[in-house]
């Protein structure tokens, strides 16, 4: 099985209905057509870099690369793990996690979108908690980092509520304009300290050593 060589496509997390694994090609497929159906109003961008602004099917191949870029460019202390979230059976988006110099930082950041037709029905928070829980239990971060524009107001209600400070403001460049985002950080000892939904963790410890985390 592939799961023998790279242990990755083994990894399932579980929360409620939702689950969370590395998605095949062929379902990166069906993630790429989702995210092309749309994820935002086409006047508003929540990606620092906007991508879904790319038409079809070029945006649908853009996504397909960077998935592939995330495997053949991971390194034990530098990675990037960009799982496809399944609700209720569904495909519903997309939840990563990465890190750089994991080893010595012990901190990870997250991003993710979901499709239009599963937003607003508590996924995001659910996905979140998920890869929360694998990056402070399964891998022993100290920090977990994520930030999002000031008129991203369903991110922010999603970080405020996992218990995350805030952490400084930065000003990005996006679709010509200059936008401001609020950044945000989570130490594991609040995470540890507060009640979260149980979280199913199937597959982790052949890739503890991948995740520099062994």
Not at 2 to 10: A, K, T, V
Not at 80 to 92: E, I, K, R, S
Not at 113 to 137: C, D, E, N, P, Y
Request: net charge neutral; charged share 25%.
């Amino acid at each position: 099985m592939l799961s023998e060589i790279w242990p990755l496509f083994g990894l399932r997390l579980r929360i409620g209905d939702v689950e969370l694994r590395l998605p095949t090609d062929e379902e990166l497929c069906t993630l790429a057509r989702l995210a092309a159906e749309g994820i935002h109003p086409p006047e508003t961008m929540p990606f620092e870099v906007p991508w879904t602004d790319v038409p079809s099917p070029e945006q649908e191949r853009n996504s397909l690369q960077f998935h592939w870029r995330c495997r053949a460019d991971w390194q034990r202390d530098s990675w990037a793990l960009p799982l496809m979230v399944w609700a209720g059976g569904l495909p519903a988006g997309s939840q990563g996690v990465r890190a750089a110099q994991f080893s010595l930082r012990r901190e990870v950041a997250t991003g993710s979108w979901l499709g239009s037709g599963f937003q607003g029905r508590g996924i995001g928070k659910l996905m979140r908690t998920a890869v929360l829980h694998l990056a402070f239990v399964g891998l022993s971060a100290q920090h977990a980092v994520t930030s999002a524009f000031d008129d991203n107001a369903a991110s922010r209600g999603v970080t405020r509520s996992l218990g995350y400070e805030a952490d400084g403001v930065g000003r990005k460049v996006v679709r010509d304009r200059v936008v401001t985002a609020q950044r945000f950080r989570l130490t594991r000892d609040a995470w540890l300290a507060r009640d979260h939904p149980r979280v199913e963790v199937e597959g982790l410890e052949p890739c503890l050593a991948l995740f520099g985390a062994d």
